[in-house]
């Protein structure tokens, strides 16, 4: 949209001081919002609309769900959605950071400071914190209980303590077990939930599972028991529907005439007979079909003894090609001996109301989460956590650093930052003294939400790091400043680094931003108008153009 037609549209227009303050506030009412939701004592937030009530203390989905109306808090609630895809934790962190910067941010600006004064000094700070964390992390001897902790410390609050272990060790399986010579391969991994039963009773199961529910009902209309398991099965996979493509054929032929029907079904039925001598020919024993196969054909298939399935999702398809080497034909006439593979097992399992297939290779690390939960509400909840706590552990394997946490690493990084600042000569020293202050958000939030004194919390915890206890935190448990390294409260460093740059980044856009202007038709110039291609491990994003933020105008 050109400068002219934007201007044609201005209904209104707030400028200057007044529109950082409102776009500060509007900031920091979205972090106090989530604020309380932060840690494993963190409370519920109750989501009420449409009829629907959702009870959740995770970060993104509370934004998610919520109609913020302010752009600037929008700016904010972005910060989760880049935070849970970079790491897939620390949403709540990362709002409750920018949130407490934005209140820095708005008593410098009382004191007289200029904005830009402000942007140089937290990108200042953040740097100086970002190189600071690696050495605040361990980077030897990380096994598999040093993955699970993490896990277990990301998904605390949520369950018991021996459900929490539980899924965490889950999680931590079936990452391993999908691990093949050139590091974890996350498509080896297939997480499917089936509501019914309790969380306790989810499994690892080696193999693939596809869902099959959507064809179940056809598998049982066909004349013969079908065989439950197969063993050395060969597998053939089609791209496609499995009906007759001959439209042409039918429409030469009249159906009024008694005859020519006849013919016509003749037709299909011997052109059918062909699709099961094809696949007999090969020895198929297993066929998949991504999309319907005719009922007569589907029991000429079951007389024939090959198991079927149809409906085969996309995604699925992929996984089978990679689980069996088989590779997807279009149609049936092009199958030949290659495109056939193989699995030492292909069987179909029940399991509550719902079935799958599981398919199973020794030379195919394909691994399945099968995730049981009372409602489908909470399987859905628990297969996003778990999805999530696996984006975790990649990103631990790909900067494998552990920092504590339970407010250790802020703690830390703010005593490092107030004595860095004493050798900055203007007025950034104060900047990044804020900074500092901001961080330690973070370990009082924890205490409060916990019932503990914040204050208190607090000076424990600065008198400890200062007599050199880098991993001194807040255990909320028990309400005891201890070390979180040996208390296994840890986070994979990624997920920290990102934090920093993710907050700054909102925080300096919104400081940025020196004028509103209401426009009366939207502004996105195509598509949904988020850019969300946000530069990753571009330090304190700097960046000047508007992210793409549509109300960020003139920048
Ligand atoms: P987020 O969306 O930011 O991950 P959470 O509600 O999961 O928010 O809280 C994360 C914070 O809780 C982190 O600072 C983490 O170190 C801390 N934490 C997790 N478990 C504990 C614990 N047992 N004691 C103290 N702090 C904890
Ligand atoms: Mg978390």
């Not at 399935?309 to 030949?336: C, N």
Request: proline residues 3%; glycine residues 8%.
């Amino acid at each position: 949209m050109s400068q002219v037609d934007t201007i044609a549209n201005i209904t209104d227009e707030v400028d200057g001081d007044e529109a950082v303050q409102q776009n500060i506030s509007a900031g920091i009412a979205l972090a106090d919002v989530l604020q309380t939701t932060l840690g494993p004592n963190g409370r519920d937030k109750m989501l009420v609309g449409d009829g629907q009530v959702v009870l959740t203390n995770d970060g993104a989905s509370i934004v998610d769900r919520i109609d913020i109306e302010s752009p600037a808090a929008k700016l904010v609630s972005e910060v989760a959605h880049s935070q849970g895809g970079d790491v897939g934790d620390g949403a709540t962190s990362a709002i409750v950071l920018s949130g407490a910067l934005l209140r820095e941010a708005s008593e410098l600006l009382e004191d007289g400071f200029h904005p830009r004064t402000i942007v140089n000094g937290y990108a200042k700070a953040a740097t100086r914190a970002q190189a600071r964390l690696p050495d605040l992390a361990t980077w030897e001897n990380h096994d598999n209980e040093t993955r699970r902790r993490l896990v277990e410390t990301s998904i605390t609050g949520r369950w018991n303590a021996e459900l929490t272990t539980f899924l965490a060790d889950l999680a931590v399986r079936g990452y391993q077990a999908a691990r093949s010579n050139d590091g974890p391969r996350l498509e080896n991994v297939t997480i499917h939930g089936i509501a019914g039963g309790e969380t306790a009773d989810s499994k690892l199961l080696d193999g693939l599972v596809i869902d099959t529910d959507r064809s179940s009902t056809s598998l049982t209309d066909v004349p013969v028991p079908l065989p439950q398991r197969i063993e050395d099965a060969r597998v053939a996979v089609v791209d496609d529907e499995l009906t007759l493509q001959t439209p042409k054929s039918a429409s030469q032929l009249s159906v009024e005439d008694v005859d020519d029907l006849q013919q016509l079904q003749e037709f299909e039925t011997s052109e059918y007979e062909r699709y099961v001598e094809t696949l007999t020919t090969h020895d198929v024993d297993v066929l998949f079909c991504q999309k319907s196969i005719d009922d007569r054909l589907k029991a000429l298939l079951a007389r024939a003894g090959i198991l079927t399935f149809e409906r085969t999702r996309q995604d699925e398809i992929h996984k089978l090609q990679r689980a069996t080497g088989a590779s997807p034909v279009m149609r049936l006439g092009e199958l030949d001996v290659s495109a056939v593979g193989h699995a030492h097992v292909v069987e179909r399992r029940t399991l509550g109301p719902s079935e799958f297939a599981l398919v199973r290779d020794a030379a195919s690390t394909q691994v399945s989460l099968l995730l049981r939960g009372g409602t489908d509400h909470v399987v859905d909840e628990t297969e996003r956590i778990i999805v999530d706590a696996i984006d975790l552990l990649a990103s631990f394997d790909a900067r494998p650093g552990v920092v504590p946490g339970g407010g250790a690493t802020e703690v830390e990084l703010a005593a490092d930052l107030r004595t860095w600042s004493r050798g900055i000569d203007d007025r950034t020293q104060v900047v990044v003294g804020a900074v500092a202050d901001a961080l330690e958000t973070i370990p009082r939030t924890l205490a409060r939400n916990a019932g503990h004194d914040q204050i208190d919390t607090l000076l424990e915890l600065r008198h400890r790091h200062h007599h050199g206890d880098t991993a001194a935190g807040i255990d909320v448990e028990t309400g005891e400043v201890t070390d979180m390294n040996s208390r296994g409260i840890v986070a994979p460093i990624r997920l920290n680094e990102r934090l920093l740059t993710n907050a700054t980044e909102a925080v300096t856009s919104i400081l940025r931003i020196d004028g509103i202007i209401h426009v009366d038709e939207p502004v996105h110039e195509e598509g949904d108008g988020h850019n969300h291609d946000h530069q990753h491990g571009a330090g304190a994003g700097l960046q000047s153009d508007s992210h793409g933020y549509p109300w960020a105008i003139g920048h």
